[in-house]
């Protein structure tokens, strides 16, 4: 896994998952603490997430929250749309541009 970025917006790359979790958190909680306005969260570069993974997305977007923040995801890759999807966390979640459930694969 790989993050860059800044308060404003990040980029993960790679695999976000059990084994990257802990780090993923350390340095998105901190984009969150550091800065105002809108989190984007760009996931284009992303290979694959977990279970653990889309924890670490969903505590963000509560910890953005609380600190009167959004958090917005960028560049969904479209097998992480369709668990998004699956998991109904597209109607809570900011997906820049959306997600067009209609145009998704069915699986």
Do not use: N
């Not at 800044?6 to 958190?25: P, Q, T, Y």
């Not at 290979?47 to 960028?74: E, F, K, N, Y």
């Not at 998991?87 to 979640?93: D, K, P």
């Amino acid at each position: 896994m790989h993050i860059r970025g800044d308060h404003a917006g990040v980029v993960v790359g790679g695999r976000l998952d059990v084994h990257s979790a802990a780090d993923a958190r350390t340095v998105l909680h901190a984009a969150v603490d550091d800065g105002v306005g809108d989190l984007i969260l760009d996931l284009s570069e992303l290979d694959s997430w977990d279970a653990t993974g889309l924890g670490v997305i969903m505590g963000v977007h509560r910890r953005a929250g609380r600190c009167g923040r959004r958090l917005v995801l960028r560049g969904v890759p479209a097998q992480m749309q369709r668990l998004l999807v699956a998991t109904r966390l597209h109607r809570i979640l900011a997906i820049e541009g959306g997600i067009g459930v209609e145009s998704l694969p069915r699986v």
